[in-house]
């Protein structure tokens, strides 16, 4: 229904006989550096903006390769032809892997197809709120597992392959921060179903005065997931809130970790996280130290120069 709707938003242009430079959200913040995987997707729709006589394009990405890789690939050849077959550019971009290509293709795959499942289970729309409820949904245990099959599989592949191996090293950190953030996810939706304050997983805390979900056109829909929410029983005790606060802070923690340590080889992007300090949003792992008493202090530094101040510095 999206690509029915879109395709004749952009004919209703085309008939106009103007010009269009696109703006859209290829890889953006509410992704959190996870594989949300849609090349084809995105291939389709710059065609169809040419064809609608798109001149020009831009939009959100990030530096997050590891997870999202194959929709920057097509993306950027897509940009450079786009009338472009998208499965060439990622014929060619899995050709990279040499002997262990068809090994890394069963491993995105397998991400992206598990995306796309859930999207169409749950009804997803771009909407924040229930997207990020979703992903701990989306990279479950068995899609983990099946995934982490065939990156062991493609290690077996380079064996002796020394560069080949160091680019599988650089899709792996992307697995571990994509299986850290799914168990993460999945505890902060339990602490929000037990009433304790994290937006996005918490009603009252998510529509607290001045937050930003309230300025986001799909607001409606997020009324519609909290109500559908409370209509399920949530039984709980005080003893397993406090079991997964101590999670939750072990977990984030392990996250700020992996940014920092990944903060110049382009495998996540800390500067997504950052946006959240900056922006005051999504204060989870704030939150869960302060009602855990942890001081400041000892919340892991993240590391990160604004592009800006970088420049005037």
């Given at each position: 229904e999206g690509r029915q709707e879109y395709e004749e938003f952009m004919n209703g242009w085309k008939s106009k006989g103007v010009k269009i430079?696109?703006?859209?959200?290829?890889?953006?913040?509410?992704?959190?550096?996870?594989p949300v995987l849609?090349?084809?997707?995105?291939?389709e729709e710059v065609r169809m903006g040419y064809e609608a006589g798109l001149?020009?394009?831009?939009?959100e990405t990030g530096k997050n390769f590891a997870t999202q890789a194959?929709?920057?690939?097509?993306?950027?050849?897509?940009l450079w032809?786009?009338?472009?077959?998208?499965?060439?550019?990622?014929?060619e971009f899995y050709a990279a892997f040499g002997p262990a290509k068809d090994d890394v293709r069963r491993y995105y795959e397998t991400l992206g197809d598990s995306v796309h499942r859930a999207w169409r289970e749950k009804k997803l729309t771009t909407g924040l709120i229930p997207l990020i409820n979703s992903y701990d949904e989306m990279f479950d245990p068995r899609t983990l597992s099946a995934a982490w099959a065939a990156l062991n599989a493609a290690d077996r592949a380079a064996e002796g392959n020394p560069d080949l191996q160091k680019k599988l090293a650089f899709i792996r950190h992307g697995y571990e921060y994509t299986a850290l953030m799914?168990?993460?996810?999945?505890?902060?939706k339990k602490l929000g179903r037990s009433g304790f304050p994290?937006?996005?997983?918490?009603?009252?805390s998510t529509a607290a005065q001045g937050r930003r979900v309230f300025q986001n056109?799909?607001?409606?829909?997020?009324?519609?997931f909290y109500e559908n929410l409370r209509k399920q029983p949530f039984p709980f005790t005080i003893k397993e809130q406090n079991q997964w606060l101590k999670e939750a802070w072990e977990l984030g923690q392990e996250r700020l970790r992996m940014l920092n340590a990944s903060r110049h080889d382009f495998s996540l992007n800390e500067g997504l996280y950052a946006q959240t300090l900056e922006a005051n949003i999504r204060q989870w792992h704030q939150t869960v130290g302060k009602y855990l008493g942890k001081p400041e202090s000892e919340i892991i530094e993240l590391e990160y120069t604004h592009p800006a101040r970088k420049a005037a510095d």
């Open positions: 430079v696109m703006r859209e959200y290829w890889g953006v913040h509410y992704y959190m550096d996870l849609f090349p084809r997707e995105i291939g001149m020009g394009a831009y939009g194959p929709n920057y690939y097509v993306l950027t050849h897509q032809n786009p009338e472009a077959d998208p499965e060439v550019a990622l014929d799914a168990k993460l996810i999945g505890v902060y994290l937006e996005f997983f918490e009603y009252q056109p799909d607001f409606e829909n997020n009324l519609e």
